[in-house]
């Protein structure tokens, strides 16, 4: 039994996913694999297309055989805490014996050669990311550019890769796995597959295989799927069509306009100044900005600069709206993930769950409430987050049904393909 380890978020499930899947199941000669993917909210800060449960029907039925949630501390987080959450539980299971991400890039060995200097984090490497976070220059481009003047000072003969290398956000990801996989001393062996066609923010449909952003971009202009269907496979075209029948629309942070004003024009400086990734003074803008205007995309555009991505900035609207403050993230972060919840499994997959049960250092949840037998304080922390989030991501689409969400993590089963 070789087991493949993967990342994902499948917002939603398309070509590219599958030609990776299939790639990565080859190149590591596995015959098996296992998924952390996001639950309701991703990495860049928004609500998932669709929720957590037709996204994991997605991947079991393109022939991904487990999926485990990736809890939301994790999974509405920069790319370090992403990543770290992600390889953790893979690790924990006991069993997974590689796992395989997509790069721009495609070398193993450069973004290993990157993750240990962010590990090690030399005094010259320090200096550099002080001065250009000195400048104002957001965190992510100071420590790219703190690198690329790292490695040309090592006088390295591949330096001259390094900016688009440290661009690209799959590269970025790839060697924050690499950096997890390093400080937990994983036996996990990581591989990486060069991306085909298009780029992760590539925003246009091209050719079977496009981009997620270009798919989701595509949904936004008119809810329409007639041109996206040669980029996803037929399963997941027919899951869209039902969310659509359901929902009448897709989720999106703009759902969450008048709830994010309510809330962000009650709160003090001292109440934002607690959430993590709020830097002193940037409190400020952001009370400034949602006194300036009722809608989100206008208040985000407002708060933005080069030192404040918006990415960064929908997070934090997030973790707002679920009352994740920094001292709760710290507190529940230092346990690190406590459980592996599944969301689906083929027959393959309960081969997996089977062996795991015996193999792995944190409880496996197929039956939501059975995590109160555990009596652990913080796992009871950390998956309660996880039904507050769906509890809240389902009001982003109340107003598109009169059916309840209320609860749906108590009473919504596994996905269990036969």
Not at 297 to 324: A, G, P, V
């Amino acid at each position: 039994m070789k087991i493949l380890g993967l990342v994902t978020e499948y917002n939603p499930f398309h070509n590219g996913h599958l030609y990776h899947l299939l790639e990565s199941k080859k190149i590591t000669n596995s015959d098996y694999s296992v998924c952390i993917m996001s639950g309701n909210f991703l990495q860049r800060g928004e609500p998932a297309l669709l929720d957590k449960w037709s996204r994991a029907k997605m991947a079991i039925d393109n022939g991904v055989d487990l999926v485990i949630e990736l809890p939301f501390i994790y999974s509405c987080q920069s790319a370090e805490y992403f990543s770290y959450g992600a390889i953790k539980i893979l690790d924990s299971l006991g069993i997974v014996d590689s796992i395989c991400f997509g790069s721009e890039y495609g070398s193993i060995d450069s973004l290993g050669l990157i993750a240990d200097v962010l590990i090690e984090e030399p005094d010259d490497y320090k200096e550099y990311l002080k001065k250009y976070l000195n400048e104002g220059n957001s965190y992510p481009k100071s420590r790219s550019s703190a690198l690329y003047d790292f490695f040309k000072t090592q006088k390295l003969n591949d330096h001259l890769y390094l900016k688009e290398l440290l661009s690209s956000p799959n590269n970025i990801l790839g060697i924050e796995y690499m950096k997890a996989l390093k400080k937990i001393n994983s036996n996990i062996i990581p591989y990486t597959i060069k991306r085909i066609s298009s780029n992760y923010h590539d925003k246009e449909i091209k050719g079977n295989i496009s981009s997620a952003t270009a798919i989701r971009e595509e949904f936004f202009k008119n809810n329409a799927l007639d041109n996206i269907k040669d980029t996803v496979p037929i399963e997941t075209y027919n899951y869209l069509i039902d969310f659509l029948k359901d929902y009448k629309s897709f989720n999106s942070i703009e759902n969450f306009n008048q709830i994010l004003l309510y809330i962000l024009r009650t709160m003090s400086h001292e109440d934002l100044s607690n959430y993590k990734e709020v830097e002193k003074g940037l409190e400020n803008r952001i009370l400034k900005c949602f006194s300036q205007s009722n809608d989100i995309s206008n208040i985000l555009n407002c708060i933005m600069t080069k030192r404040y991505t918006l990415t960064r900035l929908k997070r934090i609207l997030f973790h707002i709206l679920l009352n994740l403050d920094k001292n709760m993230f710290d507190y529940l972060n230092s346990f690190g993930p406590q459980y592996a919840r599944v969301l689906g499994a083929n027959r393959k997959g309960l081969e997996i769950l089977s062996t795991a049960k015996n193999t792995s250092s944190i409880p496996i949840i197929t039956k939501f409430s059975n995590y109160k037998k555990y009596k652990n304080n913080v796992l009871s922390k950390m998956i309660e987050l996880d039904k507050k989030a769906t509890d809240i991501y389902f009001m982003g689409l109340s107003g598109l049904t009169d059916v309840s969400s209320y609860n749906l993590d108590y009473y919504i089963s596994p996905y269990f393909k036969k």
